[in-house]
């Protein structure tokens, strides 16, 4: 099986920057792809981005493309997202999720890690 953990979340200011980690161990191998998601309160989960482990192909939303980036650290097992120009909206918990599948949606995710906290003050 394969654990995530998620780390760097905090607090920042309109306009600020933040990234967020995602390491992740056990049984990597098989692992696709590695996608961050977000929940805010009182909302549905919500799909941020994802990257493949083998290329690196990026892929996300449109409410964040242009401001996030998704990166990943193939030695360390580890993705990441940077994320900067942040709005009092993208206030939520981030998840990152891994899966073995190409297919997109939330149920083509496997493992997802215990999420970290962001808020941006308006």
């Known amino acids: 099986q394969v654990q995530l953990v998620e780390s760097g979340g905090g607090l920042v200011q309109t306009g600020g920057s933040l990234r967020l980690s995602c390491a992740a161990s056990?049984?990597?191998?098989?692992?696709?792809?590695m996608g961050w998601f977000r929940r805010a309160p009182g909302k549905e989960r919500e799909f941020v981005g994802r990257v493949t482990w083998s290329g690196g192909s990026t892929y996300y939303a449109d409410s964040v493309k242009g401001r996030f980036t998704i990166s990943r650290d193939n030695a360390k097992n580890t993705v990441y997202l940077q994320m900067n120009s942040l709005k009092p909206e993208d206030t939520a918990v981030y998840y990152c999720a891994a899966g073995v599948r190409p297919s997109a949606g939330s149920m083509s995710y496997d493992v997802w890690g215990q999420g970290t906290q962001v808020t941006v003050s308006s």
């Open positions: 056990g049984r990597t191998f098989s692992l696709y792809k």
